[in-house]
Nanobody, 121 residues
Framework: QVQVVESGGGLVQPGGSLRLSCVAS????????IRWHRQGPGKQRELVAG???????NYLDSVKGRFTISRDNAKNTVYLQMNSLKPEDTAVYYC???????????????WGQGTQVTVSS
């Protein structure tokens, strides 16, 4: 079993910064791609940023230049650095990790419970 826990959300003023963390733990054999999604009030969930197993990042157009996704493989931790935050970034942010629990197994997508980010003055 794999557990994914996000942290780092909170209330921040427009123009401010936050760094979200996502820790994967449990019976992890290997982690492949990782992603951050968000769901704002009354909106559908959307992909904000992703990092392929090869380390290539990709971003939602509206966050390019403001958000940075990274990972610390030694700690099984994923980060999302968010700068120049805007009210429209307000959402619950979810981490998704593609991981295996044993050799030769197909990666499974594990999700966290989310962390709330509110951008408001």
């Amino acid at each position: 079993q794999v557990q994914v826990v996000e942290s780092g959300g909170g209330l921040v003023q427009p123009g401010g910064s936050l760094r979200l963390s996502c820790v994967a733990s449990g019976s992890i054999f290997s982690i492949y791609a990782i992603r951050w999604h968000r769901q704002g009030p009354g909106k559908q969930r959307e992909l904000v940023a992703g990092l392929t197993s090869g380390g290539t990042p990709n971003y939602l157009d509206s966050v390019k230049g403001r958000f940075t996704i990274s990972r610390d493989n030694a700690k099984n931790t994923v980060y999302l650095q968010m700068n120049s935050l805007k009210p429209e970034d307000t959402a619950v942010y979810y981490c998704a990790v593609d991981a295996t629990t044993g050799y030769g197994l197909v990666p499974y997508e594990y999700w966290g419970q989310g962390t709330q980010v509110t951008v408001s003055s």
